[in-house]
């Protein structure tokens, strides 16, 4: 079973950059699709992006163009290159495995395919 260490998270400016990583132990990583999910007090968790075995990717629409979620099977590392960053994306960051679905299907932001959650990261950006 595949279970998950975020980091990374931080304090930024508004503009600034942040790289998150997620650390996978256990078995199987290179075979799972892997998710960044975002949650803030009150609100719903939110799909950011996803990435399947075969490194095609989904972003919500709110972070195209600015954040870019990347693999490395040989590290067992799942990241999440934030750019442009904006006060609105101040929440806690999380790593997900898909376990709704084979590895190699279409990636989703769907929550509820998601299961294995790590422990998330905090980042704030600060206007």
């Known amino acids: 079973q595949v279970q998950l260490v975020e980091s990374g998270g931080a304090t930024v400016q508004s503009g600034g950059s942040l790289r998150l990583s997620c650390a996978s132990s256990?078995?199987?990583?290179?075979?799972?699709?892997l998710g960044w999910f975002r949650h803030a007090p009150g609100k719903e968790r939110e799909g950011v992006a996803a990435?399947?075995?075969?490194?095609?990717?989904i972003y919500a629409d709110s972070v195209k163009d600015r954040f870019t979620i990347s693999r490395d099977n040989s590290k067992s590392t799942l990241y999440l290159q934030m750019n442009n960053l904006k006060p609105e994306d101040t929440d806690m960051y999380y790593c997900?495995?898909?376990?709704?679905?084979?590895?190699?299907?279409?990636?989703?932001?769907?929550?509820?395919?998601?299961?294995?959650w790590g422990q998330g990261t905090q980042v704030t950006v600060s206007s």
């Open positions: 990435i399947n075995t075969g490194a095609t990717t």
């Open positions: 256990g078995y199987g990583f290179s075979s799972v699709s």
């Open positions: 997900a495995v898909r376990v709704g679905g084979a590895g190699w299907l279409r990636p989703t932001l769907a929550r509820s395919d998601f299961g294995n």
